[in-house]
Structure formats: C-alpha cells, structure tokens
C-alpha cells in the first residue's frame, strides 16, 4: 500500500480491506497475554492505594518563602515519609498527604514534632499554622463501596439496552470487552505500582462510558449490512462482521485518536491530581478502541456463526463453491488443442480430437491422385 492510499484511509476517502475477524486467535492470544499480566501484578504487587483509601493526615500550611515540591519532598524523606503527597495550592500553599501522624510511643511523637518544626522553618511560618487533619480510611471504603455499586447498576442497564436495542449476542460481546477493559486499565495500575487515587476510580467508570460507546457504533454498522439478505448469503455473518469493522474502522481510530490528544496534555502538564485523572484515562482509551474492535467483534462473529441458520448458509455456500470447481477443472485437460471443443467433449473428444490431427498430417503416397467427386465436362 502507497503513502497515497495510507492517507486516503486515513482521511476516510478510502475504505480498507483487512482481514480482521479471519486472524482473531491472534487477538484473543494478544488480550489473553495483556490479561494475564494484569491479573498477575493485581495477584503478586496488588493496588498502591492512595490515604484517601487507607487512611492518614493531611498537613495543610501557608508558604511565603514558596518553597518547590522537590525541596519539601526532601524534608519529608529526611524523616521517612517517603510516600507522601505534596502539592502547591493556589500558587501560595502547601498540602501534603501522608500516613497517619497518631503514634502512642513518645519516639515517634518527637519525631513527628521535629517534622512540622522542619516544615515550618522551610516555609518561614510557626508550627502553629500547620493545619493538622486525620483522615480515617472509611471515606475512602464509602467510595469503593459506591463505585462498586455505581459499576453493577451501569453493566445491568448497559446489558439491557444493548439486547433491546440489538440482541443479547451483542450485549455479551460489548461486556466481554468492558471486562477486558477493567482487567488491563487495574493490571497496569498494579505493574508500575501508581496510586489509586479517587480521581482514579473516576477515570475507570469514565472509561467504560468510552469503550461502549465505540463498540455500540461498530454493532450498529453490522446490524445495518445484516439486513440485506444477499451480503449475508455472499459473505456469511464473519465476512458482514469484517466488511462492517473495515467501514467503521477509521472513525475509531480517529475517535480515539482526538480523545487521547488532550489526555496526553493532561499527562504531560497537569498536577499530580489531574496526571492520576489522565493516565487511566489514557489506558482506557487505548483499550476501549482496541477491545472494540478486536475482541468484542469477534466474539460477536463466534456466537453468531454458530446459529443453526448461518451455519445452513454457509454449508449452502461451499456446496456452490465445489459445483462452480468442478467444471473449472475439464478445460485444463484440452487447453493447447486449438480444435475449437468445449469442456463437454469430456476425455473421448480430446483422444478423437488428437487421432484427426495425426491423420491429417500423415503424407500421402506418391503415384496416386486423389479421385475428384466432380464429372469433368465434355
């Protein structure tokens, strides 16, 4: 394919032809891998969950000096606070997460008295204006808790309208494929060990809403070209499926694609808050456009093709394909002749064809004429 025609589909002037439902196993074993190393990392690392969920303190202070991130990072990893959260609010101050401050031996209270008296001389404040919360780990289960509810009720009506809407082949489909994504977007979480924020969980139900979105545009365009009787007796449901993907396949993509562009400025030059916000987004995206189209059509095509009718259709098709072949076969055997026959000579036409060319050229015998059938005139 030219640079000309990778341009033209690209811009939609030209529709692709890929084989896309004819190499599915290598789809499946693609977001079988994927899965695989999600559910090993949920298994084995397990999600880096925020204070928001675990519990916690929450320091909050003025800063006239404006000290940066990375120097009140480094007063913090000075007294072993390693995981803690620091962001600049309002360009003037200074909020930081962390573990919880409560202790009962007098060691790490005095440690703690150092911390704030470290952070206060940093900021040029007294330790007094440090604002000192406690954050108990029950808002952050009350937020799973609702999420989680919020994430049955959304499969429950997305299952319903989809069967309504089309049928409940889809409805599997599309749910296999937001699975797929839930699995990939929390595996990730898990192998780079980023924190599971609330702004996460935001993120993942917001991605949901995304990947159905795409996968319902695709079932569209299939039950659109299923109507007409005549494409489905000629390609069967598989070939539908694959015609529809190649029509819709670059509204996808570039769906996608105008998606992730600001998502990627979020990433590259948001706040920590809005960068937990992009980068699910952004795996989501990426496997909500990809499930949509190479798991979830699919599957679709599989349940499909196993119906007693399109099986039919297909017998009835390869049934034509073998007839069409056979009389393709006859001509071979008389190609190069050049004695004007037709396949339904058959074999016996063929040997007489060749004993009438030896015979005519056998010379004749000399001292013989040929008798002539005209009378020669008086």
Do not use: C
Request: net charge positive.
């Amino acid at each position: 394919m030219s640079v000309r025609d990778v341009l033209a589909t690209f811009r939609g002037f030209r529709v692709p032809h890929y084989d896309i439902i004819e190499r599915k196993k290598w789809w499946f074993a693609l977001s079988g891998l994927f899965i695989a190393l999600s559910i090993g990392g949920l298994a084995f690392r397990g999600l880096n969950f925020s204070i928001d969920f675990q519990g916690g303190a929450l320091l909050s202070y003025p800063d006239p000096k404006g000290a940066t991130v990375e120097q009140v990072r480094t007063t913090l990893v000075r007294f072993g606070r390693t995981d803690a959260e620091v962001q600049i609010v309002n360009g003037t101050d200074i909020s930081i997460r962390t573990a919880t401050l409560n202790t009962s031996t007098q060691q790490a209270a005095a440690q703690i008295t150092r911390l704030k008296e470290a952070l206060a001389e940093q900021a040029g404040i007294k330790v007094e204006d440090i604002n000192t919360q406690d954050i108990g780990p029950t808002w952050g289960g009350e937020i799973s808790r609702k999420a989680l509810t919020g994430l049955i009720v959304f499969l429950v009506l997305v299952t319903i309208f989809i069967s309504f809407r089309f049928e409940w082949r889809m409805a599997l489909g599309a749910q296999a494929a937001l699975l797929h994504d839930l699995i990939i977007t929390a595996g990730i979480y898990a192998l780079v060990g980023r924190e599971v924020t609330p702004a996460t969980v935001i993120a993942i139900l917001t991605i949901l809403g995304y990947s159905l979105y795409d996968t319902v545009v695709i079932y569209d365009k299939v039950r659109e070209n299923t109507e007409s009787v005549a494409m489905v007796a000629a390609e069967g449901y598989t070939g539908v499926v694959d015609i529809s993907l190649n029509q819709t396949l670059m509204r996808s993509v570039n769906t996608s694609l105008v998606v992730l562009l600001p998502i990627l400025s979020l990433l590259l030059f948001g706040g920590d808050t809005l960068k937990d916000f992009a980068f699910a987004l952004s795996i989501g995206v990426t496997s909500g456009a990809y499930s949509s189209i190479f798991v979830a059509s699919p599957i679709l095509a599989l349940l499909k093709e196993r119906e007693p009718k399109y099986q039919q259709m297909r017998a009835r098709a390869m049934r034509q394909q073998r007839i069409r072949a056979v009389p393709a076969a006859v001509p071979a055997a008389t190609e190069g002749l050049g004695d004007g026959r037709t396949a339904a000579g058959g074999v016996g036409s063929a040997a007489a064809g060749r004993s009438t060319a030896r015979a005519q050229a056998r010379p004749r015998p000399k001292g013989k004429r040929k008798p002539s059938s005209k009378r020669k005139r008086r």
